[in-house]
């Protein structure tokens, strides 16, 4: 079975894959030397009558719901030309920040349209990579024969439309999906090029049980993660301390930090200082988890030469110091585990009852079990009319409840009278109900604020596409 890249990249509706959704799919199939090897995807995908984009993800795409409704597909139409044209064995998908952003709106979309959510990176040999922790790493440690970008702030950036600008690649339309596409298979030619030793080395770390084997082999390692600061090139030279087994990972501690400063303290204090604190009063646990499924760019020591030192401001010395004292630490670690509980309450969903209003935001409550999942199978193979004799025969509370929704957003024309009303009472409440704090409330008052704020002419035309819209599919009171 012969293995070929995938690069993709998608324009959304907003930035929560759990209640946002896609809007274009751009894709580029290409050979293991990164030579496109079939034509482009470019797919407009409709805009369901039950969202509300955020109006900043449409300023930044300059893509409206009416262009998607003119031109576009509907979600399940799209999932099977997935299936059937981009969903080919030995399959790298592959994108730029595709791992922390892309593939989760690819996840909710399968599991809002009744497909699995995992398969399509794993079965058939397929895995996933990103080229955005492999520009990190690449700039850290071998930055040699690359321009590297920086910011309007003057910081070390890695920004796709810097990296294609500062380089003199073609990316004509940034946030433009194919565009962006073919901007990160330049990016990923040019690193591939310049430094291919650490191209393929990084490649390896797409499998999980690779990115294990590393890790409980090696006491520290280099690790280039958008967690750690631009001041260092977002590199750390990092420790595991232990299993992360909620995440099928490690905690990870950044040696660059003393640890008498944090492993005598008591699991809620942990907590604190591990919870994210954007005005940054207090210096944040050096503590991450390192997921083994998310292609993490790694690397042992001895890739560290004087230059990758010098630049990083890394002292050896220190940083094995700073091991010793994490290493004789008794208790750090089961306090880690405790203070990671106290911030898992504050994210765990307690409530029991399956709403209609919050079913798509369920994909992680647990897996679906394989009596379900052959059921969905004879649904996708079923016409739309055939949708609802299947409700008795699912388990799953949450796929009960998606089957009128999904026969709704992508079967519209096929809808009885008495669906048609559950459908308009769904809208109604998943746009209206809050009253000022309702999605249809926030959304205009965004619009209105945005319209009272200096806008080029371009942006003007957006905002008043986007109030036409949201009056457009307003559901009657």
């Not at 399509?120 to 520009?135: A, E, G, H, T």
């Amino acid at each position: 079975m012969q293995n070929s890249f995938l690069f993709y990249d998608l324009e959304t509706s907003g930035v929560n894959p759990r209640s946002q959704r896609i809007m274009q799919f751009g894709g580029q199939r290409t050979d293991m030397d990164l030579k496109p090897i079939a034509e482009p995807f470019n797919i407009l995908i409709k805009l369901t009558e039950d969202v509300l984009p955020d109006p900043e993800a449409i300023f930044v795409t300059g893509i409206t719901p009416q262009k998607t409704l003119a031109e576009g597909i509907t979600e399940t139409e799209f999932v099977d030309i997935f299936d059937k044209q981009i969903n080919k064995p030995g399959t790298i998908f592959t994108g730029f920040n595709s791992v922390r952003f892309d593939d989760e709106f690819m996840r909710f979309l399968f599991w809002r349209n009744l497909h699995d959510p995992y398969q399509w990176q794993w079965k058939n040999s397929n895995s996933r990579w990103d080229i955005l922790d492999v520009s990190r790493m690449t700039r850290a440690l071998r930055p040699e024969g690359i321009k590297w970008p920086y910011g309007p702030d003057g910081k070390p950036t890695n920004r796709l439309e810097y990296l294609s600008s500062v380089n003199k690649l073609d990316h004509t339309e940034a946030h433009d999906a194919l565009s962006d596409v073919n901007a990160t298979i330049a990016v990923a030619k040019l690193i591939k090029q310049k430094q291919p030793k650490l191209f393929d080395y990084l490649l390896n770390f797409r499998h999980k049980k690779t990115v294990q084997g590393f890790i409980e082999s090696n006491d520290m390692f280099v690790y280039s993660s958008g967690k750690y600061s631009s001041e260092y090139e977002k590199t750390a030279i990092v420790s595991s301390i232990g299993p992360n087994t909620g995440a099928n990972g490690s905690y990870v501690y950044d040696l660059r930090y003393d640890p008498a400063d944090f492993i005598n303290l008591k699991p809620e204090e942990l907590a604190k200082l591990w919870k994210y604190d954007k005005e940054k009063k207090t210096t944040p646990l050096p503590v991450k988890s390192l997921q083994y499924n998310r292609c993490p760019a790694i690397a042992p020591l001895s890739v560290l030469d004087e230059k990758s030192q010098k630049r990083l401001e890394i002292n050896l010395k220190n940083l094995s110091e700073n091991q010793k004292k994490l290493k004789a630490s008794k208790n750090f670690y089961d306090n880690l585990l405790k203070a990671a509980e106290i911030l898992n309450k504050d994210r765990v969903q307690t409530d029991i009852v399956i709403s209609d209003i919050d079913v798509d935001s369920r994909l992680y409550d647990s897996f679906v079990n394989d009596k379900d999942r052959l059921t969905l199978e004879q649904v996708r193979s079923s016409g739309p009319d055939d949708i609802n004799n299947f409700i008795g025969k699912l388990s799953d509370t949450r796929l009960k409840t998606m089957l009128p929704l999904y026969k709704a957003r992508n079967y519209p024309n096929s809808l009885s009278e008495e669906e048609r009303a559950h459908w308009e009472e769904y809208r109604k409440r998943a746009l209206l109900s809050g009253d000022k704090s309702s999605s249809f409330a926030k959304f205009n008052n965004r619009l209105n604020e945005l319209a009272s704020s200096e806008l080029d002419k371009s942006k003007k035309y957006l905002l008043e596409e986007l109030h036409l819209y949201s009056q457009s599919i307003l559901p009657e009171f």
